[in-house]
């Protein structure tokens, strides 16, 4: 199958009231992993690339790695996503190198880091969706701030510094026409995201919920969604690793989130964990091997394990065949003429 639109997969998505996990790609065995859990479970997948990722790998690298995995599993829709995009530039880049989707994150100014304002992150964003959806190409923008770090990108901090105001996001989504929306409601990027199993007080499901409320049609995005489960944590600190005493977003919050607009997840760090955790496991274990695929194949074994359970969890198991893929030259001419609509469903107050 070639690579299908992200608007499409959500669409389709909200149609059947599932969610879609979006998985961080840096390399080869994390794309067969991916790969082997939609095909073991007939699941729809977005694969997702942050710009550190785009630099590690090389752009045309992880294109083509994209590109073989849609060859070898034609059964399966993927949508190939930039995450976190911060300029135009990069979106830009992103998609005349041939991705379905973009996100772009102008709730940080172009150096990932600093806060814009929301002026500046409706320019940017605007500007993006002018370019790509003329090209069929799906974007992604946010609202509110992430807290934490990844691949050098984010505000750093607590996620409760910059919760998105469903006001705003309103305002947000009628100004950009975005097809989905990134908000923030505690959760940050990362291992380190809550102290304690999360309640109300630090992630705010109230908050999606009144988003939901008043952009009931809108493909909501939730970031910084690893679970960052125990015993991924115990395997990694059996076998030497460091890591502190930490807590994610529970699944069953994730899946509340589907139950309210939430349409795409994004998951990096619970296969950053399973990954990591099995090639400990081998090296400390078995101190004498030394092939690399002596534990890579143990580390895309344990990720495949991890996305296929999410996968299930957030409903898109089963759903790869429901429907054919529409090319992206007719998604573009669906916004032009629009069919696709841009204009966000607004419910009063
Ligand atoms: P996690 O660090 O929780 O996996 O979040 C990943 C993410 O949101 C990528 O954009």
Known sequence: ??????????????????????????????????????????????????????????????????????????EIPIAMHQDHGNSFETCKSAIELGYTSVMMDGSLKEDGKTPSSFEENVAVTKKVVDFAHARGVTVEGEIGVLGGIEDGHGAGG?????????????????????????????????????????????????????????????????????????????????????LKETWGVPVEEIQLGIRNGVRKINVDTDNRLAMTGAIRKVLWTQPEKFDPRDYMKPAREAMQKVVALRMTQFGQAGHAGDYAPISIAEIAKGYADGTLTTQPLVAAK
């Open 1 to 74: 199958m070639p690579l299908v639109s992200m608007r499409q997969l959500l669409d389709e998505a909200a149609k059947g009231g599932y969610g879609v996990g979006a998985f961080n790609v840096n390399d080869m065995e994390q794309i067969q992993a991916i790969m082997a859990a939609a095909k073991e479970t007939n699941s729809p997948v977005v694969i997702q690339a942050s710009r550190g990722a785009r630099a590690f790998a090389q752009d045309r690298f992880l294109f083509h790695l994209i590109l073989a995995a849609s060859e070898l599993y034609p």
């Open 158 to 242: 607590s996620g409760l510094e910059h919760v998105t105001d469903p006001d705003q996001a309103v305002e947000f989504a009628e100004l950009t026409g975005v097809d989905a929306l990134a908000i923030a409601i505690g959760t940050s990027h990362g291992a380190y995201k809550f102290s304690k199993k999360p309640d109300g007080s630090v992630l705010k499901m109230d908050v999606l919920i009144a988003i939901h409320k008043r952009l009931p049609n809108t493909h909501l995005v939730m970031h910084g969604s690893s679970s960052v489960p125990k015993d991924l944590q115990d395997i990694v600190n059996q076998y030497g690793g460091k």
